[in-house]
């Protein structure tokens, strides 16, 4: 084998323990995340108070809440009264913990008449990647 062989072949196998060393540490990091998807039906008439009352709770706990790590809402496209919520917690100690927030109990209280139906749907994280 010459040297610069021996050097594509060193540099492949290191490559290839890099890759492996960050598919470890991804898998790691999503270890014991709680991943759910909140489908939500709002009453029509009342869709801009929910959609105020949803972004002063999302907005609080991203703030305040470090186990929250993440919280998308967006509404089915044609049919802006179905919201769509997908909700990442650092684990499932985080996810009671949110429970319990005075924020998150002023939304659930504010927007009771508002919401008509709400399925909660739980998941198995297969990837969260993030740019």
């Given at each position: 084998?010459?040297?610069?062989?021996?050097?594509?072949?060193?540099?492949?196998?290191?490559?290839?323990?890099?890759?492996?060393?960050q598919r470890s540490a991804m898998a790691a990091q999503q270890e014991g995340r709680l991943v759910r998807m909140a489908e939500l039906t709002i009453d029509g008439e009342q869709l801009d108070a929910y959609r105020a009352a949803l972004t002063e709770e999302i907005t609080t706990s991203l703030r305040v809440?470090?186990?929250?790590?993440?919280?998308?809402?967006v509404a089915v496209k044609g049919h802006p009264n179905q919201i769509r919520i997908l909700e990442i917690y650092r684990d499932d100690a985080a996810y009671r913990a949110h429970l319990l927030m005075p924020h998150f109990k002023k939304y659930k209280s504010e927007t009771a008449n508002m919401v008509k139906s709400l399925t909660l749907v739980e998941t198995d994280p297969i990837l969260l990647g993030t740019k």
């Amino acid at each position: 084998m010459t040297l610069r062989g021996g050097f594509l072949v060193c540099a492949t196998m290191v490559a290839a323990c890099v890759l492996l060393v960050q598919r470890s540490a991804m898998a790691a990091q999503q270890e014991g995340r709680l991943v759910r998807m909140a489908e939500l039906t709002i009453d029509g008439e009342q869709l801009d108070a929910y959609r105020a009352a949803l972004t002063e709770e999302i907005t609080t706990s991203l703030r305040v809440e470090p186990g929250v790590l993440s919280l998308l809402a967006v509404a089915v496209k044609g049919h802006p009264n179905q919201i769509r919520i997908l909700e990442i917690y650092r684990d499932d100690a985080a996810y009671r913990a949110h429970l319990l927030m005075p924020h998150f109990k002023k939304y659930k209280s504010e927007t009771a008449n508002m919401v008509k139906s709400l399925t909660l749907v739980e998941t198995d994280p297969i990837l969260l990647g993030t740019k």
